[in-house]
């Protein structure tokens, strides 16, 4: 069955360290996107990707970088961790085309201490 | 200021009644909308699009747009307990692609 699976569920880091969130899709999708997940916020795009190789600034970019190495995998990095940047990551891929919906991953919750 | 405006943030709805959510957009470039639902501890899941003027039927789910307006709206009839979850409105332009632009959620609580 298709899927998109993120790793790790869950994660505590601390203030200064590096996060690496992965992220591994067998939908042969073309796009893959990271979103964040705050109340008061809905979801909010962070960095996308159209293909391996490319990775594009979404609407909250800041103190986030992306990694798209091949076509299944996509991955957050988070140099410096805050403590802002507390909140749940979703993961999702989708076809090419302004048509298509997104699958999402189950999350990851990250807890920057 | 959020493109993507979604009411109300909260609804109690009895188990077999009618829930009605919201959704409008302040951004004339979005023409294409979707519905979302998120359950507790899951990733959201699309649960229907609309990309026309009108109604689409979708079992039990019902999303009206109106293009003029920019507003979308989401009913579902007989609502049941399985329904309790956060629905997010997503809408998108066509020169954007893929990228999704959604709301805040609507958090909708069926009564039993």
């Known amino acids: 069955e298709a899927a998109v699976t993120q790793s790790p569920r869950n994660k505590v880091a601390v203030t200064g360290g590096k996060v690496t969130l992965s992220c591994n899709q067998t939908?042969?999708?073309?796009?893959m996107y990271w979103y964040r997940q705050d109340t008061g916020h809905g979801l909010r795009l962070i960095h996308y990707?159209?293909?391996?190789?490319?990775?594009e600034k979404g609407d909250i970019p800041d103190g986030y970088k992306a990694s798209r190495p091949s076509q299944e995998n996509f991955s957050l990095i988070l140099e410096l961790a805050t403590p802002s940047q507390t909140s749940v990551y979703f993961c999702a891929s989708g076809d090419q085309g302004a048509l298509s919906d997104y699958t999402f991953g189950s999350g990851t919750r990250l807890l920057v201490i | 200021q959020q493109k993507v405006q979604q009411s109300p943030e909260s609804l109690s709805v009895p188990e077999g009644g009618m829930a009605s959510l919201n959704c409008t957009s302040s951004d004339r470039n979005f023409q294409y909308f979707w519905w979302y639902r998120q359950h507790s501890g899951e990733g959201p899941k699309a649960l229907m699009?609309?990309?026309?003027?009108g109604d689409k039927k979708e079992g039990r789910f019902t999303a009206h747009l109106n293009k003029a307006s920019l507003h979308v709206s989401l009913h579902i009839r007989d609502s049941q307990p399985s329904d309790s979850a956060l629905y997010f409105c997503?809408?998108?332009?066509?020169?954007?692609?893929?990228?999704?632009?959604f709301g805040i959620g609507t958090r909708v609580l069926v009564r039993p």
């Open positions: 699009s609309i990309f026309s003027d």
């Open positions: 990707s159209y293909g391996a190789g490319s990775t």
């Open positions: 997503a809408a998108s332009d066509f020169c954007a692609g893929n990228k999704l632009t």
């Open positions: 939908n042969n999708h073309n796009n």
